[in-house]
């Protein structure tokens, strides 16, 4: 069981669009919807922003939208701000393990 | 509102075992829609997935982990627990409990987290 593999970090400008990939195998990301994505900022516990691959949670902003195309499942933050500044993970199920990626860091210029 | 807090010693010595509880309010564990994990972070990297455990006592471990790692439920205290043994300063790490959707595979509701560091 490896980690994902993500992008160690990204960057853009206020009102910019990011995205974030996340690159399993077709024994996780490529056989489940079930990838998830988590925000955290320093010395905090990660928050959900989006579940089974596109899903936002009740309070996340539509802003944040998730998708998936084989073994790559991607995070897009449109609209950048500043507190979107943080570290994102993503997280697969893998058959009734779970996987997560190495995170990435994302920096609003 | 679903709350889950991290107790344990913040200081294990190598080659014992760490021991960690997780108590949950808010919502009875009992509950069959969710699976109840551990998952790890050391500083400055990023997150690990320890394991779970279902209501049922039924459990799923990391397989980097699963010699030494022990996760049990307790019902009647709305408590889950975490044994990892063998330690090592590797295992040294803030240590989240969490709530895992079962259909979504998910973690909803997380612990604040509690820093335990292996040392002699």
């Known amino acids: 069981q490896s980690a994902l593999t993500q992008p160690a970090s990204v960057s853009g400008s206020p009102g910019q669009s990011i995205t974030i990939s996340c690159t399993g195998t077709?024994?996780?990301?490529?056989?489940?919807?079930?990838v998830s994505w988590y925000q955290q900022h320093p010395g905090k516990a990660p928050k959900l922003m989006i579940y089974?691959?596109?899903k936002r949670p009740s309070g996340v902003s539509n802003r944040f939208s998730g998708s998936k195309s084989g073994n790559t499942a991607s995070l897009t933050i449109s609209g950048l701000q500043a507190e979107d500044e943080a570290d994102y993970y993503c997280?697969?199920?893998?058959?009734?393990?779970?996987?997560f990626g190495g995170g990435t860091k994302l920096t609003v210029l | 509102q679903v709350q889950l807090q991290e107790s344990g010693p913040g200081l294990v010595t190598p080659s014992q075992t760490l021991s960690l509880t997780c108590t949950v309010s808010?919502?009875?564990?009992?509950?069959?829609?969710?699976?109840w994990s551990w998952i790890r972070q050391p500083a400055g990297k990023g997150l690990e997935w320890i394991g779970r455990?279902?209501?049922?006592?039924?459990?799923n471990y990391n397989p980097s982990l699963k010699s030494r790692v022990t996760i049990s439920v307790d019902t009647s205290k709305n408590q889950f627990s975490l044994k990892l043994s063998s330690v090592t300063a590797a295992d040294t790490a803030v240590y989240y409990c969490?709530?895992?959707?079962?259909?979504?595979?998910?973690?909803?509701?997380w612990g604040q987290g509690t820093l335990v560091t292996v040392s002699s």
């Open positions: 969490a709530r895992d959707e079962v259909f979504g595979d998910y973690v909803d509701y």
């Open positions: 808010g919502v009875s564990i009992s509950s069959g829609s969710y699976y």
């Open positions: 455990i279902y209501t049922s006592g039924s459990t």
């Open positions: 077709s024994s996780d990301v490529g056989s489940y919807n079930l």
């Open positions: 089974e691959g596109s």
């Open positions: 997280c697969s199920y893998a058959g009734g393990d779970r996987v």
